[in-house]
């Protein structure tokens, strides 16, 4: 038990490594690149307790923009293999949860300082071949945003448990901050390596034990996340990484008596389905279990008649089409004033004629690959769409070839209907859908805004008029979980912007703060009295 009160480190958000061309950061990261690349084929195994478990089922792990060159496989698993991590879960949490706080703390401490060293270049390549992002946007999620959510959530971790009662005279009232009882699940998705990472490992801290299980596109990292983890020192069958069918891991974990909770992040429409599946299934749990989730978003930028066009068109340039616009906060529709659209337009159809796009292992390249063919053909099915429609052109971009690699040029779409299909419809690809309105109805299009999508997660606003900002902000109070003025939608920093958002963007917990570590555990009320009376009778009774 600990001996004293520990004060871990204060955190500091992660410097970001500009990775300016020709420093000595960007050839070390290429070089690592190209010795990943050019590698033999490696083999992911899953990590269930203490092995590294193989299977006959390898499945071909590719850069999104270089579909045909096999950076190796990863095992498939089954049935068997999530009741072996259940177990290796279970078996683990009786001592896992009774280590004192600060050597979980200190594991993860060390897991940050880690990768802010030796392991930078790796997680850094990995997420770069593996789910094609471009330096920069690797050095964000992989490396910086990741140590901030390790470092960050010690920090949340000692202030909920120093978070304690009043006490009367002659008793001591204590809070226990007790893991959840049972064994967790994580489902991460492809596109942020942090939040694969944090998922699993934000239960973790808190003492539980958990089965984590990452998107397929996302296993090259996510076997970094491991080594990582191990390194650290995080023990055997705390975080236990499956590969296996989404249907067949579920069906096993939201039947199983001890299942404890759940930590999503993906598609609104798989979280709804999973709720229902655990709602099925509440006479068969030991307790109910806790639901977080981070989905979809159908995220906007609004313009007041007061905004400096060319900062309104960098926020659509930046917000929407960064890392292909795969990202949950990544602007996809916008709302320009009539007095400055098309001034907004042409500097963001400038913009987008100068982006380069291909390989990541170009830096120079803004634009990479979107995910996977799945994806893409999801994507330029809306462009195809869009090009048939009468009430709706494309400005910029619109072409997409997948012969060598997924590649969608960023495109600007301008419809002259506010509930035009890609206005409403979450798009996860870089596509941008713009509607010009009176630059005298700022209030009417505000509500127009709020009314549009069922998502909630970010939005923004762009105005030199403290009035209307005010006005707008109460307006789209609750359209947005993340809501910025005058900077785009995208770009939460743990520690300054917790995110998430409500609606149908999920249960807005706010990854990156002290509220999302509190779905972790189940407090206990403990209340000692020093001096226990002897006589039922109270003073009323005479």
Known sequence: MPKAVYNVPFPLNEPVNPYIPGDSATE?????????????????????GGKEVRTEDKRPMSPPHDHQKVLGHFNYGGAEHVHAAIDAALAAKAEWSALPWEHRASIFLKAADLLAGPFRDKMNAATMLGQSKNVMQAEIDAACEMIDF??????????????????????????????LEGFTFAITPFNFTAIAANLPASMAMMGNTVVWKPAESQVYSAQVIMELFKEAGVPDGVINMITVDGPVAGDIVFKHRDFAGLHFTGSTGVFKHLWKEIGANLEVYRTYPRIVGETGGKDFVVAHRSAHPKQVATAISRGAFEFQGQKCSAASRAYLPSNIAQEVLDYVVEDVNSFKMGSTEDPSNFINAVIDEKAFDKIAGYIDFINNADDAKVLAG????????????????????????????????????????????????????????????????????????????????????????????????????????????????????????????????????????TDYRYPFLG
């Open 28 to 48: 070390s990261l290429l070089a690592k690149y190209k010795e990943m690349y050019n590698q033999a084929p490696i083999d992911v195994p899953m990590y269930i």
């Open 150 to 179: 390790l470092k960050f959530n010690v920090a949340y971790m000692q202030q909920i448990y120093a978070e304690q009662p009043e006490s009367s005279d002659g008793v001591w009232n204590r809070l226990e901050y007790r893991p």
């Open 398 to 533: 619109g072409k997409y070839d997948k012969s060598k690699g997924y590649f969608i040029e960023p495109t600007v779409v301008v419809t002259e209907n506010p509930k035009f299909k890609t206005m409403c419809e979450e798009i996860f690809g870089p596509v941008i859908t713009i509607y010009v309105y009176d630059e005298n109805k700022f209030e009417e299009t505000c509500h127009l805004v709020d009314e549009t999508s069922d998502y909630a997660l970010t939005g923004c606003i762009f105005s030199q008029d403290r009035y209307a900002i005010n006005t707008g902000m109460k307006i789209l109070e609750n359209a947005a979980g993340n809501f910025y003025i005058n900077d785009k939608p995208t770009g939460a920093v743990v520690g300054q912007q917790p995110f998430g958002g409500a609606r149908g963007s999920g249960t807005n917990d706010k990854a990156g703060s002290y509220l999302n570590l509190l779905r972790w555990v189940s407090p206990r009320t403990i209340k000692e009295t020093f001096v226990s009376p």
